[in-house]
């Protein structure tokens, strides 16, 4: 199964049809932990290339 | 390229169950409604105002927040408390590369952090609840037009506070353009209600050593925390232009301090307003995804033309765009 296909799976609520959305787990979990992942990977990439070229960066700020 | 986006679709079909038995495929501007209700996005386009909101974002400090979430709503038809939920994901992300960025920095008053916490976990609670609320109110029918409740109250109070952030870039564009023309000084604005609250010794009071705060109210720390939380949880925006002024007039926090401690409490409310959006079933981790990557690159962007290009007409240019959007959200609730 692809990121994509277990992002869908994940997102569908685990109540049974007409019930109201019940969350499962590893849906809460994964809208947690995957944007800090994406978001310290954009850090880490974007200090890696201050350090390398000399620059000065944003993304220092919201 | 489309994408199908399982939240919004699920909430869709709850807020317009009519649209779940079109009898052929409904085409908006970036959207697609699928005869059995689900709703497919184009990918360029997301990619694209990812990568605008991140360049504004970039090029002026803020507003992506701003605008995220009423685009999202007006140009994808995603619904306002997906958009809303998945802002305040995205925000995790932000606010996470943001404070790495800094860390080297490491001017965080973990002290003054945490209290302003303990007032937002409350704002963001209340605010995703209000959110819950207006999901649950239904609609009403206006000249044969269906209206949800959460559509109007949340066009209507986006549609004031952007109001009043754009009337206020524009100010401040124009009078450093009749500044530039005249050689006039802007008069500064005063800031009488930050004085006032500064006055309140409303015990226990607390010292804040790394801010250089001798003795500050508690409970103006918990206002300034719980009202920047409420919008956060109600709009999933930063609440960063009611907490950085608070900060720095309310309670005399050196402007240093207080751009480190903003971004650490900012990851800690957008932590706990992630998990209570997500248990409500909010986010769309896939437009969480795309618009986070999409974002940064166009936040790189904008960091770098602002270096060259900065100037106030840019300012009056982006006002524009907010008063733009609301007359976009204001077409979009009434067709």
Redesign the interface.
């Given at each position: 199964m692809g990121l994509?296909e277990w992002?869908?799976t994940?997102?569908?609520?685990s109540g049974g049809p007409g019930q109201p959305?019940?969350?499962q787990w590893q849906?809460?979990t994964?809208?947690?932990v995957?944007?800090?992942l994406?978001?310290?990977l954009?850090?880490?990439i974007?200090?890696l290339a201050e350090r390398i070229f000399g620059l000065r960066?944003?993304?220092?700020?919201? | 390229m489309n994408v199908?986006l399982?939240?919004a679709s699920?909430w869709q079909k709850v807020l317009h169950p009519e649209l779940a038995r079109l009898t052929e495929p409904l085409q908006g501007w970036f959207f697609t409604i699928q005869s059995n209700g689900d709703l497919a996005v184009s990918l360029p386009a997301l990619v694209l105002v990812g990568l605008t909101v991140g360049l504004l974002?970039?090029f002026f400090?803020v507003g992506?927040g701003f605008l995220m979430t009423p685009w999202l709503n007006v140009f994808f038809n995603v619904p306002y408390n997906v958009a809303v939920g998945t802002d305040l994901?995205?925000?995790?992300?932000?606010?996470?590369?943001?404070n790495?960025?800094?860390g080297g920095a490491g001017y965080v008053d973990f002290k003054l952090g945490f209290l302003l916490f303990g007032g937002s976990i409350f704002g963001v609670e209340i605010g995703a609840r209000l959110v819950e609320l207006l999901k649950a109110g239904g609609g009403f029918v206006v000249g044969g037009l269906r209206i949800t409740v959460l559509q109007t109250v949340m066009t209507l109070v986006y549609g004031l506070l952007m109001g009043w952030i754009a009337s206020l870039v524009f100010k401040e564009a124009r009078a450093a353009l009749r500044k530039e023309h005249q050689g006039a000084t802007p008069v500064a604005m005063a800031a009488p209600v930050a004085g006032r609250l500064r006055t309140i010794h409303l015990r226990p009071l607390v010292s804040l050593p790394v801010s250089g705060v001798e003795a500050i109210s508690l409970w103006v720390i918990l206002g300034v925390g719980f009202f920047s939380g409420l919008l956060t949880g109600l709009l999933g925006v930063?609440g960063?232009f009611i907490r950085m002024p608070a900060l720095i007039y309310v309670l005399g926090v050196p402007t240093v301090v207080s751009i480190g401690t903003n971004?650490f409490e900012?990851l800690l409310t957008s932590?706990y307003g992630?998990?209570t959006?997500?248990?409500?079933?909010n986010?769309?981790?896939?437009l969480?995804?795309i618009l986070?990557?999409a974002g940064?690159l166009g936040?790189?962007a904008?960091?770098?033309l602002?270096r060259k290009f900065a100037h106030p007409r840019l300012q009056l240019a982006f006002a524009g765009v907010m008063f733009f959007t609301i007359g976009l959200m204001l077409l979009k609730l009434f067709r």
């Open positions: 994509w992002l869908l994940i997102s569908a609520s959305f019940t969350a849906y809460v994964a809208a947690l995957a944007p800090a994406i978001g310290a954009w850090a880490g974007i200090i960066l944003g993304g220092g700020g919201i | 199908t399982p939240i699920y974002t970039g400090g992506g994901t995205q925000m995790v992300g932000t606010a996470t590369m943001a790495l960025r800094q930063s960063s971004l900012l932590l992630t998990l959006h997500s248990v409500k079933g986010v769309e981790l896939v969480v995804i986070l990557a940064a936040s790189q904008g960091a770098a602002q």
